[in-house]
C-alpha cells in the first residue's frame, strides 16, 4: 500500500513528495508494537541520548529522517539476523560511534526483542552493563509490549528497565492481560486504516 505509486493515501502521497519520516513509515507498516515504541521513546528518551531506530542496512536512524522509495526498497533487502553482513556491519558502526559518544553513566534502553540474538549480540559488546531493557517486557507479545508501552507514555510514568546479562536471553511466565485503553481517545495520525477493514486499536490488542 505504501509503496503503490497509484495510493491516494495520505503516507503514500508522502512518501512520494519525499516527506514521510522513518517514524511514521515504520508505525505504519509494524503497527501497534512500533507505535507503542515510538511514543514510549519520545516521551523518555533525554535529548543527549535521544531515541534511535534499528534499521536493516542504515544502522541507527533519527526516527525524524526522512525516507524515500529507494531507501524502503533497500530495507527489504536485508533481514535483521545476526548473519545478515551488511545490517550488522552498519549497526556495529553506529553502536560504536554512539558508545563512545554518551557518557560512561547513560543507559542505553533496548525496545525490541532480547529473547533473541539479532539486537543484543550486536550491541552488547559496544555497551555491555549498560544495556537495559523493559522488565516488564518478559513473558509478553509484541501487540501487549506495545500497549503497555503506549500506556506508559500516556501516563508518564517510565517503566522499570533491568540489566541485560551478557548471555542470557530473559524468559518468564505470561503476565495477565492489560486491561483494555478507554474508547475515544484520539488515533495516531500517522497511522492510516486499511480500506474495508476496521481499525485496529490499542485495546483490541493489548
Known sequence: ??????????????????????????????????????????????PHAPACVITPTRGLMSPDALVTLELLKEFGTEDVTTDASRYRRA???DAAELADRLSATALIVLLGS???????????????????????????????????????????????????????????PRPPR?????SGRPHSPSRQPRPGRRRKTAADSA
Open 114 to 172: 532480547v529473547a533473541t540474538g539479532k539486537y543484543v549480540d550486536v550491541l552488547e559488546p559496544f555497551f555491555g552493563g549498560r544495556l537495559y531493557f523493559p522488565a516488564d517486557f518478559v513473558g509478553r507479545g509484541d501487540m501487549s509490549r506495545g500497549g503497555l508501552m503506549l500506556r506508559s507514555s500516556r501516563s508518564g510514568i517510565e517503566l522499570p528497565y533491568t540489566a541485560i546479562a551478557s548471555g542470557q536471553r530473559p524468559r518468564g
Open 1 to 46: 500500500m505504501l509503496l503503490n505509486p497509484a495510493s491516494q493515501m495520505a503516507l503514500a502521497q508522502a512518501l512520494r513528495e519525499g516527506r514521510l519520516t522513518l517514524g511514521d513509515a515504520f508505525t505504519f507498516m509494524s503497527g501497534l508494537y512500533f507505535r507503542g515504541k515510538l511514543a514510549y521513546a519520545r516521551t523518555f528518551s533525554s
Open 91 to 93: 549497526l556495529e558502526y
Open 178 to 182: 492489560l486491561d483494555a485503553l478507554p
